[in-house]
């Protein structure tokens, strides 16, 4: 069996069809169709069955595709390893991320990586934060690295603590002025809220069972990146983490810390294998980054400002940067903290 053999494989896999495969590897489509069957004689076992005018796997054929992917990515490892010692940087990243995660802080981690190493890729997909949906992404190797708000308990599976962050109130422009800062968890009893079903939805039910306080659910929305237009145009008020809140407040929007404070966990999920170099880096750079914006504000909060306006200004400090790296975009920018090279957080 031939490691171009099982590429092949994965791409039929992948792309649905022996058409669709040879045109994304530039083969024809009667030689990949013989090195299918070339690998499914060697292996005794059909791979594959026609249905329509598409391709689905056999059982024979689903139980391989674990160990064909684990197989690539083991040699690209070995790749990157030896690239790395030549100074060199290639290969990509498959990240499986929370819905209730796809906010500024993401784009943040994102573009610092890709800056940081322009060779690597990023391959994104998006899950609900349902546990074995979160296993299966990384037992069948479409997600190397996934960060949920949970944490994940299974054999084979790695669990990591990558940081907290704050969980502000956004009100809608003009909404509850007279609201004090931080708002009394009681206080919310009542108002017009915008849920949405992952963390928003958790957080609600855990208000609930603590004190009896029944905010009023006016729109359920399935995705947390929706919630800021929706506060912005007065639909109701939300829970954020407190980095898509500051964007919520660059539109208007009103922000109140909670009492009692409360914090959003992140994990990172992985296979207890090695990592490959590009995942290792990623997860590197997210805690690296979640750290930079703790002691950002932190050092703020030393100084005498509240959380809140602390948060304030180091975000505007970071929107400068963006800025500048955008109007001078061949040249390095300094860090807002540091003076080194940029790094948004």
């Known amino acids: 069996m031939k490691v171009h053999e099982l590429e092949c ?3 039929v896999v992948d792309h649905g069809s022996i058409t669709r495969a040879a045109s994304a590897l530039y083969l024809a489509q009667p030689s990949l169709s013989q090195i299918i069957r070339r690998l499914e004689a060697e292996l005794s076992v059909e791979l594959f069955r026609r249905v329509g005018r598409g391709l689905v796997l056999t059982p024979a054929g689903e139980a391989l595709v674990g160990p064909a992917r684990q197989v690539i990515r083991d040699l690209q490892h070995a790749r990157q390893v030896a690239d790395e010692y030549r100074g060199l940087e290639r290969g990509r990243v498959d990240l499986a991320i929370s819905a209730s995660l796809t906010s500024n ?20 997909m998006q899950h609900y934060g349902d546990t074995e949906d979160i296993v299966g992404l990384i037992r069948s190797g479409e997600a190397e690295l996934a960060y949920t708000v949970t944490p994940v308990s299974r054999h084979g599976i790695e669990c990591i603590h990558v940081g907290d962050g704050e969980v502000v109130l956004a009100l809608p422009p003009g909404w509850r002025t007279e609201f004090p800062d931080p708002v ?8 017009p809220m915008i849920i949405d079903r992952g963390f928003g939805r958790s957080y609600l ?7 009896g306080v029944e905010p009023a659910v006016v729109v359920d929305v399935s995705e947390s990146a929706g919630l800021v237009p929706l506060i912005v145009a007065g639909a109701g008020a939300a829970f954020l983490p407190m980095r898509q809140a500051l964007d919520a407040r660059r539109r208007g929007a009103n922000l109140r810390l909670l009492d009692p404070l409360t914090f959003r966990p992140i994990y990172a999920i992985m296979p ?10 990623f997860l590197e750079l997210s805690k690296e980054n979640l750290e930079r914006w703790r002691r950002a ?16 200004e180091a975000d505007n400090v970071i ?13 390095p920018a300094g860090h807002p903290e540091t003076g080194d090279r940029f790094s948004p957080l």
Do not use: N
């Not at 504000?297 to 304030?312: F, P, Q």
């Open 9 to 11: 494989f994965l791409a």
């Open 105 to 124: 802080f993401l784009a943040a981690w994102v573009g610092h990586f890709r800056r940081k190493h322009p060779g690597l890729t990023v391959r994104l």
């Open 184 to 191: 009394p968890i009681a206080m919310l009893d009542g108002l």
């Open 319 to 331: 929107e400068a940067a963006y800025q500048r790296l955008g109007e001078r975009p061949s040249e």
């Open 205 to 211: 039910q855990s208000i609930r069972d603590a004190s």
């Open 297 to 312: 504000v932190a050092r703020r909060t030393d100084e005498g400002r509240s959380l809140l306006e602390a948060a304030v």
């Open 272 to 281: 207890a294998t090695p990592l490959s170099v590009p995942a290792r880096k």
